[in-house]
């Protein structure tokens, strides 16, 4: 089992609608961070969190250390948002990031 | 100004050759890594650079080879491609070397064939 889960792998959801990206992971963590990957293979960082909540625009993202969950939400979803929503950790006293397999989400006009 | 580019963004070649890729950040930062993407899209973690200093080897085999000639560059050597080794490869930088927020590449597309 991967140390990071992410769920649901494939979202399809229509203009407008607000969106629920989720993360769990098994592991002690420094960090969490959020990706996006844009259809055309850029990846982007959205978020670095290690307790609470971020926002930035549409963006939410909270995380619940004692359950060992994330979530990023969108609101007002819209087309643009299409892209590979990617959770990733900093494992508490390593370097390295591991990584959730990516939910792919498609937002219809 | 691109804060992090790889070349080439392309890379078509034959098993049992040898390639390079290149990256360079801009950012200042200390730290810089080589992600592996492969073709379900899973990112996995080759190596990190600290100020030139190898501080991750992941169990990647020896035919790949990183290096660093200063810490706004590191580089990746590839010896005898096999067919597995197509993937899309991500250069990344860090400021700090407990992952901090990640700077990313373009990304360069190897195909083996």
């Known amino acids: 089992k991967n140390e990071v889960e992410q769920s649901p792998q494939n979202l399809t959801a229509q203009e407008g609608e607000f969106i629920t990206i989720n993360c769990s992971y098994s592991?002690?963590?420094?960090?969490l961070h959020w990706l996006q990957q844009h259809p055309g293979g850029g990846i982007v960082s959205l978020f670095m969190?290690?307790?609470g909540k971020k926002k930035h625009g549409r963006l939410i993202a909270t995380i619940n250390i004692q359950e060992k969950h994330s979530s990023l939400h969108i609101t007002a979803s819209h087309p643009r948002d299409s892209a590979v929503y990617i959770c990733?950790?900093?494992?508490?006293?390593?370097?390295?990031?591991?990584f959730g397999k990516g939910t792919k989400l498609t937002v219809n006009p | 100004d691109t804060a992090v580019s790889q070349t080439p963004k392309y890379l078509v070649t034959q098993m049992g050759n040898d390639k390079s890729i290149k990256c360079e950040q801009n950012?200042?930062?200390?730290?810089m890594y080589w992600y592996k993407q492969d073709s379900k899209k899973f990112l996995k973690i080759m190596f990190s650079?600290?100020?030139?200093?190898?501080?991750i080897n992941e169990t990647v085999p020896n035919r790949f080879s990183p290096k660093s000639p200063d810490k706004a560059h590191l580089n990746l050597h590839i010896n005898s491609l096999e067919l597995g080794d197509s993937a899309v490869y991500f250069c990344?930088?860090?400021?700090?070397?407990?992952?901090?927020?990640?700077?990313f590449g373009p990304g360069t597309r190897l195909l083996v064939l």
């Open positions: 990344a930088s860090s400021q700090d070397s407990v992952p901090g927020t990640q700077y």
């Open positions: 592991v002690g963590i420094s960090a």
């Open positions: 969190l290690s307790s």
């Open positions: 990733a950790v900093g494992r508490g006293g390593s370097e390295k990031l591991v």
């Open positions: 950012l200042g930062h200390d730290t």
């Open positions: 650079y600290n100020n030139k200093e190898l501080i």
